[in-house]
């Protein structure tokens, strides 16, 4: 009877209850299978925005979109790498603003599911790791090897105690931390990693925030990805069987809420492939059917938004698919903030729920015709190598990888004359050739390890592009 209890209990808390305690607290109820948010049984509907995917000036007009939807919360990936670029090196300013972007999310009374990492996946380079990671001579990521967990506990050194003050019952509006990210879908399947984990967060966020886990359907992922001290959520997508869906974390967490963390509104764009659709009525009667168990959800995404620069990851699963530089996900909000009919969809659903904001929904963001924009001063590229790269080149008999010479990205000059080569792949990330006189273009053959590069040479001046590192 505890979720039809918890059902019941969330209907009336939809009304003006009064809280008899002051303090403030966000927990899990196993008796009722809800949470509690102070001392009232709650029920999350949240939608996945990221702040590094969309310009700061938007960043209101966006979560306000999202809020006027009807959402209750908002949940946030952290990429370690957008932040630490270089070892010891953090930057927390401008479209990196963390803590101004979270202070936006307060303004509008939404609460926050924080997703920190280490590794987020999220279709961003290398799932948020940096790059600098790998080069360190044989390097374990997402393990116990102790090279990886020293970055790892340097960065959450910084990176938590800056979120333990935004905890909800310390004022704040943070509600719950994921610890990890889907981490059963990874080879490794180190406990041993996990348990450091939990003991990380444990000692800089303390006892009594609720720390999850996310993982798909499979057995071999919820095996590998939970454990005990983390409460185990799922991710499944519209097209999927509910009632098996939540039996599945059922498995592993016989009492609490029923939490669905990545309900897929739209999905991700491979380059060379159409846009990906869905449809707005079959998610929102998905929708419609985890609300009417009393189960929480986010909305993967709510908002997509841009991959900006080279910060587009890749997957590779049997063939390389790189990531466009559009993540507009098919999302209730388009790439460019505008509502879809999706969100109107959704708004209407969660109505039967819950009250809605009153006003309307914000309008369309304008859209301007800039024309034809001139270019008329150039430059010879070879005439301000030394503006661009001001150290000396770095030489070698073999082609080196980006992380061993720390490129971060972009382009790498190698002014030398070669016909066709072949060069290994680094630990992550590739090695890249350009020839002074000549244009690379690059190959990746079918063999995963060892992975190799050919690079064909052509006719003229290019300097090749290097591809951007997996992001799961």
Known sequence: MGLELCVLLLVLGGLPLQVTSTARSFSIDYTNNCFRKDGVPFRYISGSIHYFRIPPAYWKDRLLKMYMSGLNAVQVYVPWNYHEPLPGMYDFAGDRDLEGFLDLVAELGLLVILRPGPYICAEWEMGGLPFWLLARPDIVLRTTHPDFLQAVDAWLAVLLPKIRPRLYHNGGNIITVQVENEYGSYYACDYDYLRHLLSVFRTHL?????LFTTDGLKDSELRCGT???????????????????????????PKGPLVNSEYYTGWLDYWGEPHSTSSAEEVAQGLQKILEVGANINMYMFQGGTNFAYWSGADYKKIYNPITTSYDYDAPLSEAGDPTAKAYAIRAVIGKFQALPAGPMPPPTPKFAYGYVSLPQRVNLLDILGLLSPLQPIRSPIPLTFETVSQVRCHSKRPTFISTRRCKRGRGGYSGLSAGLGSGGLELDSAMEPHWITLSILSYAVIAKIKGRRGE
């Open 206 to 210: 303390g006892e009594e925030v609720v």
């Open 227 to 253: 454990l005990q001290g983390l409460y185990a959520t799922v991710d499944f997508g519209p097209g999927v069987n509910m009632t098996q869906a939540f039996e599945r974390q059922r498995q592993h967490e």
